[in-house]
């Protein structure tokens, strides 16, 4: 499919009347909906006190931790999605389809569930001039409606958590090319301070993203789909940097040892994983 062909069927999809989306949408589908619409609104963000901040955001000083997996991402996409369609799958404001279409993608889609983050993803594109090769939609990830083997390469990063992957993982498949590959980049379900400090905040989460937080036990079953890549580990100490920032280097340096050990790597905080659909 060519990216003519494509933009005319993500037209047709635009078309679907809110009326007719929301029926489309079980209660589970319905309440991250409204998580993410909440969640994303700028204007809500700005104007909240700092302990509500606290209660809803406060996990997010924490994302100066993963400088490292950042820049594995960034180079990864910057790799692959130079005449490609890319897909920026469940793609909150649309950071990584940004990317992309700045690294040559011929095509870079971001789908997500809330009419809140593809406003926000619309508006980025045209602030950084790249409102010609993007196109922003609200979709269901597990239904995306996009034709069969129209994707080249797909992005998901911190999202499958959010879906049902018997649903989600045939999906990708089917709308994903063959030969085309997909980067995961998800929070990791082993360390146990990890999974207290998620128990003590779940304002900052959903009842099913905090019970979904992915295993290899999830790689395990992604290989009924997929033939899988690379697999890497990230932040175990870095975890901790936000408070001690004069340690950042030390802890980065650290960490680059400890998620190469076997066992210890577990530990990580993030993972990522590869998962190509096979030319057969």
């Known amino acids: 499919m060519n990216v003519d062909q494509l933009r005319e069927?993500?037209?047709?999809i635009e078309k679907i009347t809110n009326e007719d989306w929301m029926k489309s949408l079980d209660e589970r589908k319905r309440l991250e909906l409204e998580f993410h619409d909440k969640n994303r609104d700028q204007k809500l963000e700005e104007n909240i006190d700092r302990d509500t901040y606290e209660k809803f955001y406060g996990n997010r000083k924490y994302y100066d931790a993963t400088n490292a997996s950042k820049a594995y991402v960034d180079q990864w996409i910057?790799?692959?999605?130079?005449g490609k369609i890319f897909l920026d799958y469940a793609c909150g404001n649309g950071s990584n389809a940004l990317k992309a279409a700045k690294y040559g993608a011929s095509l870079a889609i971001g789908i997500d569930i809330s009419a809140v983050s593809v406003g926000n993803a619309r508006r980025e594109a045209l602030a950084e001039g790249?409102?010609?090769?993007?196109?922003?939609i609200q979709a269901d990830a597990e239904n995306t409606k996009l034709p069969d083997n129209s994707i080249d390469v797909i992005i998901c990063s911190g999202m499958?958590?959010?879906?049902?992957?018997?649903?989600?993982f045939p999906e990708l498949r089917r709308i994903l090319a063959p030969g085309g590959v997909i980067l995961a980049v998800e929070a990791l379900d082993y360390n146990p301070a990890i999974k207290l400090y998620r128990h003590l905040t779940p304002a900052m989460r959903t009842d099913w993203e905090?019970?979904?937080?992915l295993s290899l036990k999830d790689v395990d079953f992604a290989k009924r789909f997929f033939d899988i890549g690379e697999i890497k580990y990230w932040h175990i100490l870095s975890i901790i940097g936000p408070h001690m920032r004069p340690l950042f280097p030390l802890l980065h340096a650290i960490d680059a040892v400890l998620t190469k050990i076997p066992g210890i790597r577990l530990m990580a905080w993030i993972f990522t994983f590869q998962l190509i659909k096979p030319n057969r």
């Open 160 to 168: 499958l958590h959010h879906l049902d992957l018997s649903y989600a």
């Open 9 to 12: 069927k993500l037209r047709e």
């Open 210 to 213: 905090k019970s979904h937080i």
């Open 78 to 82: 910057e790799q692959n999605a130079k």
């Open 130 to 136: 790249v409102q010609d090769t993007t196109v922003f």
